[in-house]
């Protein structure tokens, strides 16, 4: 009996998941979204000019004074002309100070010179990593670089944990990863440069891999109609976390007391391992069917049911069947032209889902108004977007809602390109509803993925997408980026990505109400990918099985 069976015994999602869903899932999930989003206020774009020698003075000198239209030349940046960021005039060797500058003839012929010290608008924001360290003109990449630097850190982290869990269990290697996260985010706030920061950040990036942990041990534990539920839920909590990091942050406007904040909390995860149970379908696949079954009666007493005794040696039975099965890799993904071209285009799916959803999040500093506001906007909107999906996942189908999503997502952010500045209102309706978008998109791509693809290369190929994922939100900043040569230029790229991608959608199959495809050719079967060419032919294999029997003759 597979362990999916039992649970229709031990119930699908009663009290025992609820109390997965609350503390292995819920609270570090918050955490992750704080840790994931934290650099909007970590490294927030705060007003900058020049200093200016021989009229800024002391250590803290004012970002407004009488005298800056003397001192500082005017550029066009964002369409407008405004006071340059990067530049002051030379005007030292005709003057002692500032009180007579007004005497002084200053024109388009003036010198100037870049600045080599900064005055910040301290206003709203009283220390950043970009007032701190001078993150601005000529260093302004390096913020970006310190967000791809931690996004990196997720993938390695997916591929340390993926390994770590397998070989030594689920419990083990969460609570690692939760205690890297509680010393690493604190080490952080107490870093002395920039470099130390970007390679601490780094090592906060793999821990956030607790995330994906938390799913895999709360959805093992949860029956197979009940999954969808359970990872909506587990969506809701990452966005959470926006609201939290948005009321941390705005009553702590240094970073480094934010971070202190949000990292130091952590420090409840400690008492988790007397909380986490060890996953029992990973004590069944290594064959301790002792300590699964224990903890299966555990389950079935939180869940007040009563199991048959036979249940215990089917599941004794079932795991010696699975040690004898055929082992698969990677490799099995070449093994199909079909399985091989889906895999490709729901990877790129992935990719695009992961870029726009970063891009859209972590730029937000871009949009005028309230940053307090608009982030916190940008996480309640989630909240819809995964009920939404939540609701209409199972009567519309995958294909169509996530096409739809993506769909939309991407021609409201290209739209948002041609929105002027000053319509504050139109470009936060525009960033909003792409957020939606690419919300339900990401929350109903985990679903469609596993549906697509056949049991033995299932893991396989879910483990490339996600890897394909964090490299779209390495490449996210760096695409913000080029803001510096028009402003618009980032959206215009994330939607055309996110409308490539949605219109990508409609060459995949439609899985809604059709078993998981235990076999390769039942998931050929789902339906033709793209083009009319016979389905024979499409099943041929890239990579020989070692069969002499040509694999067309076998459907």
Known sequence: MHFDEVLLYLGELGPYQWRMLLFPVGIPTIFVAMQIMAPVFFAADIDHR??????????????????????IPLEERNGKLQRSQCLYYNLSQEMSNCSDIHEYDIGDATPTLRCSEWVYDKSVIHSSLVSEWNLVCDREWLAALAESFFMAGILVGAGITGFLADRFGRKPT????????????????????????????????????SMALAFVIALEFCGPSKRVTAGMIGMIYFATGYFILTLAAYFLRDWRHLNIAISASAVIFIPFWWFIPESIRWLISQDRLEEAEDAVRKFAKINKVDLPEFLFASLEEETHRDHVKHKTSVLDLFRSCIILRRTIVI???????????????LNINSIGGNLYLNFLLMGAVEIPAYIFCLLILDRIGRKLLLSSAMLLSGIATACLAA??????????????????GIATSFASVYIYTAELLPTPVRSAGVGICSMMARVGGIIAPQIALLAV??????????????VIAGLLVLALPETLNKPLPETVEEAEHL??????????????PLISDGNDTPEHELS
Request: proline share 5%.
């Open 50 to 71: 020049c200093y200016v020698p021989g009229c800024d003075e002391g250590t803290s000198p004012n970002f407004f004074e009488p005298w800056l239209n003397e001192t």
């Open 174 to 209: 969460y609570y690692g990863s939760l205690m890297l996260m509680l010393f690493s985010g604190v080490i952080t706030a107490y870093m002395p440069n920039f470099y130390s920061y970007t390679i601490a950040r780094f090592f906060v990036g793999i821990s956030c891999c």
């Open 347 to 361: 990877a790129f799916i992935w990719f695009v889902n992961s870029l726009v959803y970063y891009g859209l999040s």
């Open 419 to 436: 929105v002027p500045e000053k319509l504050h209102l139109l470009q936060m309706l525009m960033v909003l509803t792409g957020k939606f």
């Open 485 to 498: 040569f028009l402003k618009s230029l980032p959206y215009l790229v994330f939607g055309t990505c996110a």
């Open 527 to 540: 339906g033709k990918l793209i083009g009319s060419a016979s389905e024979a032919d499409e099943r041929s």
